[in-house]
């Protein structure tokens, strides 16, 4: 069997071996996500009853830049990169997003296409809803659409912050925001630090960081040295987060 296949065989294994989320589970990630949040218990049974769990498998794409936009979720377990193909082909991870964040809602309400493409990091489960569907949610529930502004404009603002930090700063205050914002959203407290708990590669922060490989490698061993952060088999343990050079 080639290497190829054996990855394909062991991911499909991994995402069928997801544990089976109970109902109240998953409305508890669903109903406390930004958009759907205060929402009253019948309109949020409502919602959930409108959609489906889903699973997808490791290194597959949910959608890709350019698909008509007509399904919009919420993670309920795994990672996934939310990555952009520049017009010369190269790419761009605007972020990584783990369980209870929500995906594709402002293109799909609006009968977009997606404007990145969205890759699974580890076999996830996801609450998926046709887009029509929403729509309809959206105009019965004022407090829906107070919602999905909110989080539109939450969402604009973190995209000028990251323009502005890959305009203005320098290489390592770029790596250096991009695991604080990990170590935020995927970052499990230790005793010895706070781990990023997923597979996390050299190449994955050059992508979010606006730089190259060598840069990463270079600036991750000098922090290494400082006993500032901790790598090893894919995975980035913060030590001294405070110590990491931001503005």
Known sequence: MSHRAKTQKSSKQKAQNLPNLSFQEARTLVCQTELLQKLNRATCDAVLASGRIQRADAKTFLFNQGDGANTCYVLLSGEIKLL????????????????????????????????????????????????????????????????????????????QTKIQQLATENVEHRIAHSLLMLSQHLGKKQEDGILINMPLTHRDLAEMSGTNIYNVSRILHKWETENIIITGRKRVLLRSPERLPCK
Not at 115 to 128: F, H, K, M, R, T
Request: glycine share 8%; charged share 15%; with cysteine.
């Open 84 to 159: 952009m193909l520049t017009p010369d082909g190269k790419r761009v991870i605007i972020d990584i997003i783990g369980p209870g964040v929500h995906l594709g809602f402002f293109v799909a309400l609006a009968g977009k296409q997606y404007p990145l493409s969205a890759e699974i990091v580890e076999g996830s489960q996801l609450y998926a809803w046709d887009a029509a569907l929403i729509r309809a949610f959206v105009l019965d529930t004022p407090h829906l659409t107070l919602n999905i502004l909110s989080a539109l404009t939450k969402r604009v603002t973190c995209l």
